[in-house]
């Protein structure tokens, strides 16, 4: 276990299909209240168990973490946190452009925005939200002014959908001097619709890439959770998230805590491990670290691997829960 992800909340100001589309979670959807979220000082608890046993590279997410009030305060503290070296926070970038100096001043060392396209007729379909384009493309210049380098943009493929945007984005990503990465769509919780039919392989964006913009890869397959792709003239490089067809279960070194304070193994899950009631009732450091190390120790998680008819019935959690 080497990398955590932190849900700091359930809620989102889009309605992306593939994650949470509108017809399922509406305006009377039941999201957490504020007293189930875990408290900054929570959160900053828990993260220095985890790091004291081994995690190096803490992700701050949702729901969309900047609507959590008052997250520089987070991360500032987090970042104090020793032995902690990497902290990042994935994005949908609506709220970026105010809030990226302060993210930088507070200590955030990355960031990683997601964008489906670059189409503004389309974008609005993605997100289902009436923010506009403008307003992520306005948010990802604010986090260049500030000073962050190596931003990721994160399209997530659908065939039909958005398979045309490939080429525009890799174009946008490569005079930006972002790193671009596709994520083959999954069947994360149970209401996107997934179908395996719908899947852009990772291997067909790398040869649509390729014809264009020549390139190599630098990393064998199943060793990392992205395959690394290199272009060639030296203008950056793609990495291709391919849960479906080229699974990374035996590698996998990531761990997730929900934003109610529960430990979850695998972006599948079907539950988590309750951490909130044990740090609420008392609990030392030492027996919250116990808690930790003893289910992580039984993890046996293999979903993508198993992935077919045997896992269509699953139950599982959804990934705004646990912050994708």
């Known amino acids: ?28 959807f039941p999201f957490l209240e504020r007293k189930e979220i875990l408290s900054f000082e929570e959160i900053v608890r828990l993260v220095g168990i985890f790091v004291g046993l081994g995690v190096q590279k803490v992700r701050l997410t949702g729901g969309e973490p900047l609507l959590r009030k008052d997250l520089p305060a987070l991360v500032a503290a987090l970042a104090k946190l020793p032995g902690l070296r990497d902290l990042a926070l994935t994005s949908n970038g609506s709220m970026l452009a105010s809030l990226a100096e302060p993210l930088r001043a507070a200590g955030l060392h990355r960031l990683t925005v997601s964008l489906d396209s670059l ?61 671009l990465r596709f994520i083959e769509f999954m069947d994360v919780g149970t209401g996107n619709g997934w179908q395996l039919g719908s899947v852009v392989p990772a291997l067909e964006v790398a040869e649509r890439l390729h014809r264009v913009w020549p390139m190599e890869r630098l990393s064998a397959p199943g060793t990392h959770v992205a ?11 793609v990495g291709l998230i391919a849960s479906v067809t080229e699974p990374f279960c035996a590698t996998c070194d990531r761990a997730r805590l929900s934003a109610e304070g529960s430990l979850y193994t695998c972006l599948f899950a079907t539950q988590g491990t309750d951490l909130k009631t044990f740090l609420r009732n008392g609990a030392s450091d030492a027996e919250l670290a116990a808690l ?27 990934m705004f829960h646990i912050g994708g």
């Open 1 to 28: 276990m080497k990398a955590l992800r932190v849900s700091v909340t359930d809620r989102c100001n889009f309605r992306c299909p593939y994650c949470m589309p509108r017809e399922k979670f509406g305006a009377g």
């Open 119 to 179: 189409d503004p007729v389309k974008f609005q379909t993605f997100s289902d939200s009436g923010i506009p384009l403008a307003q992520v493309l306005e948010g990802l210049q604010a986090a260049k002014a500030a000073g962050f380098t190596g931003i990721k943009l994160n399209c997530v493929l659908q065939r039909g959908a958005n398979e045309d945007d490939i080429l525009p984005l890799a174009a946008y990503a490569r005079e930006q001097g972002f790193t």
């Open 227 to 237: 395959q690394h792709w290199r272009y060639l003239d030296g203008q950056g490089e």
């Open 292 to 318: 930790v190390t003893a289910r992580w120790s039984r993890r046996d998680d293999r979903y993508s691997e198993e992935r077919g008819e045997s896992t269509e019935k699953r139950p599982r959690v959804e």
